[in-house]
């Protein structure tokens, strides 16, 4: 394969780069007993209320990116939703007289949509006021494939009667991008903008359609564990994982290649990680000119926790520039780790957002490790402003997607999960159980994480309390069950939170999906319609446990344990 004729080069270049000292500050705040207290800034910035109606106009590509063979059945995604906040993007829209205070779509008539593509290509449609994902076919194979993405306009035009004699024209527009690239042998990993999901091919090399999936896997040391012994990539698919995430330096050419021609035996995924030289840009183009060829390619990550570092704000983009520029075929993914500080420069330079907040076995206002109190405004206690709790996962999720549709990345830029599985030392004085392990991933996909990679492996094992011992069945679980609603485009989904019961729920319009967490300390009863099931009239029929522990049903709802979690399908009633 091409990749080992470049494997040596590139694997020094992953080893001279730049080496930075370890930051004086985390998430910007000082945190040694010998430091002062210094607000740290960077807060992210909310948008401000409207008292009258916006519309946020918004345009993007199905997918990301086309290739000449999907060219006759591309297609874009239009949403025209109504927010009394001003997100990026939206503006002032007056809306019929008639409708008062209504914002449902069927009062509020309809926009012409025209979508242009640079000087070549056109389209117009109709799209209904206060939609959300409303596809518009376009045929692109008129366009020339190419490595540089093509400048897409959207306009809307939209007219309302303001009284009985007078009507308004409204105009709207915004603008997006569309990456076409010509076919290729290689490796290729979509993204889907209707909802997040990656669509690939399989890991081993042999070709095939594309599909869409979840991806589950951990970080695993190089030097450490893989460099030392294989088999755990064996182990690692043995426990149902997809997906494996080496952690550089990979400074061993033979056995890195080893571990990547396993991972291609075994039909692993894997992540390459640059984040020892990601701000060198030669060590960057070396390492993509070596491994934009590996069949089992998934994306890059380039920069790790760089908000905890205060890594330079355009260091990410600039990265991510040019990895476009060389390859285009696989997205880029960050790692952020503070709660709050300099969210939207860093994301810029990434496609997928990681969360790693690790709140099981912290002491949320004294640092075991520093010897000093943690505060918004000082302090390093191993999960920024966390609370020591399950919740703290999915508050970080949930406040990263709404960051993100606040910069109007809602559709182009998507949020993973990093499942905590260490403890034991340092910040942490425990590891996750197995259950404590699994809620956390449940409540990352309640709020919208597309992917999953746990830190690190090798986790506990043992029997079915253990991290590794959940993982087995844990996995399958979420690959049969769970991934064929979140990949749909089609479903509904609905959030809900009764006494701190986590709750998500799909709908794909013949069955309900529903998983919950239970991210209390104590017991809770959610009655079927606290979970948006409240149509439910006979739960021994109706209802279909996939999976549970510390939490059962009856008759009327769910019953939960401090902590338990459950899968279930749903069928509507007749």
């Known amino acids: 394969m091409k990749y080992?004729?470049?494997?040596?080069?590139?694997?020094?270049?992953?080893?001279?780069?730049?080496?930075?000292?370890?930051?004086?500050?985390?998430?910007?705040?000082?945190?040694?007993?010998?430091?002062?207290?210094?607000?740290?800034?960077?807060?992210?910035?909310?948008?401000?209320?409207?008292?009258?109606?916006l519309v946020a106009f918004r345009c993007a590509p199905a997918f990301r990116p086309y290739l000449e063979e999907d060219a006759k059945d591309a297609a874009f995604i239009i949403d025209t939703p109504i927010v009394y906040k001003y997100i990026q993007g939206a503006a002032p829209i007056s809306l019929p007289t008639s409708t008062g205070s209504s914002s449902s779509s069927q009062d509020l008539g309809k926009m012409d949509i025209t979508i242009s593509?640079?000087?070549?290509?056109?389209?117009?449609?109709?799209?209904?006021?206060n939609a959300t994902g409303y596809e518009i076919s376009l045929d692109i194979s008129s366009l020339q494939a190419q490595k540089t993405p093509y400048n897409v306009s959207c306009s809307a035009t939209y007219k309302t009667k303001t009284s009985s004699t007078k009507t308004s024209t409204q105009h709207f527009s915004t603008s997006g991008s569309l990456l076409y690239l010509p076919n290729t042998q290689n490796s290729v990993v979509k993204t889907d903008l209707r909802t997040g999901a990656l669509w690939t091919r399989p890991a081993d090399g042999s070709g095939g359609a594309f599909?869409?999936?979840?991806?589950?896997?951990?970080?695993?040391?190089?030097?450490?564990?893989?460099?030392?012994?294989?088999?755990?990539?064996?182990?690692?698919?043995?426990?149902?994982?997809?997906?494996?995430?080496?952690?550089?330096?990979?400074?061993?050419?033979?056995?890195?290649?080893?571990?990547?021609?396993?991972?291609?035996?075994?039909?692993?995924?894997?992540?390459?990680?640059?984040?020892?030289?990601?701000?060198?840009?030669?060590?960057?183009?070396?390492?993509?000119?070596?491994?934009?060829?590996?069949?089992?390619?998934?994306?890059?990550?380039?920069?790790?926790?760089?908000?905890?570092?205060?890594?330079?704000?355009?260091?990410?983009?600039?990265?991510?520039?040019l990895i476009y520029q060389m390859d285009g075929y696989h997205p880029v993914s960050i790692v952020l780790n503070c709660e709050d500080y300099n969210f939207t420069p860093y994301v810029e330079g990434a496609d997928i957002v990681l969360e790693d907040a690790y709140p099981i076995g912290i002491n949320a206002t004294y640092s075991p490790v520093w010897h000093t109190e943690c505060t918004p405004d000082f302090g390093h206690c191993g999960c920024d402003n966390c609370q020591g709790f399950l919740y703290d996962v999915k508050a970080r999720i949930q406040t990263y997607k709404d960051r993100l549709d606040i910069l109007g990345y809602d559709r182009t830029k998507s949020v993973w999960t990093t499942p905590q599985a260490v403890g034991g030392g340092t910040y942490w004085s425990t590891t996750p159980t197995g259950q404590e392990w699994a809620a956390l991933g449940l409540t990352s996909l309640n709020h919208g994480a597309t992917g999953s990679i746990s830190f690190q492996y090798p986790t506990t094992t043992g029997n079915v309390t253990t991290i590794e011992g959940t993982a087995t069945n844990f996995t399958q679980i979420i690959a049969e069950f769970i991934q064929p609603f979140v990949v749909d485009p089609d479903a509904v989904f609905e959030n809900f939170d009764y006494g701190g019961v986590d709750a998500g729920l799909w709908n794909n319009g013949t069955a309900y999906l529903l998983v919950v967490a239970n991210l209390n300390n104590t017991e809770v009863y959610v009655p079927w319609g606290g979970v948006g099931l409240g149509k439910v009239t006979n739960a021994t029929t109706q209802v279909q446990r996939i999976f549970s522990v510390a939490q059962n049903t009856n008759a009327t709802g769910l019953n939960f344990r401090p902590g338990g979690i459950g899968i279930y399908t749903a069928t509507p009633p007749q």
């Not at 080069?9 to 500050?25: D, E, K």
């Not at 040694?32 to 109606?53: C, I, K, R």
């Not at 593509?117 to 006021?129: F, R, S």
């Open 117 to 129: 593509i640079g000087n070549h290509l056109h389209t117009m449609k109709e799209v209904p006021v």
């Open 4 to 53: 080992h004729t470049r494997l040596a080069a590139a694997l020094a270049a992953s080893s001279f780069g730049t080496v930075l000292a370890q930051s004086s500050t985390w998430c910007g705040k000082n945190f040694m007993p010998n430091q002062t207290v210094v607000p740290p800034g960077g807060h992210f910035q909310l948008p401000a209320s409207s008292d009258e109606p």
């Open 211 to 321: 599909k869409p999936f979840i991806p589950q896997g951990f970080y695993v040391s190089f030097d450490q564990y893989l460099a030392k012994n294989l088999s755990l990539i064996d182990q690692l698919k043995a426990d149902g994982f997809n997906t494996i995430h080496p952690i550089p330096p990979y400074d061993n050419t033979t056995v890195f290649k080893q571990v990547l021609d396993k991972t291609v035996e075994l039909g692993l995924y894997i992540i390459y990680d640059m984040r020892s030289n990601y701000q060198n840009l030669t060590a960057v183009a070396e390492q993509v000119n070596a491994y934009s060829s590996l069949p089992n390619l998934l994306l890059w990550e380039t920069a790790h926790e760089p908000d905890g570092n205060s890594d330079p704000f355009t260091a990410a983009r600039n990265t991510y520039d």
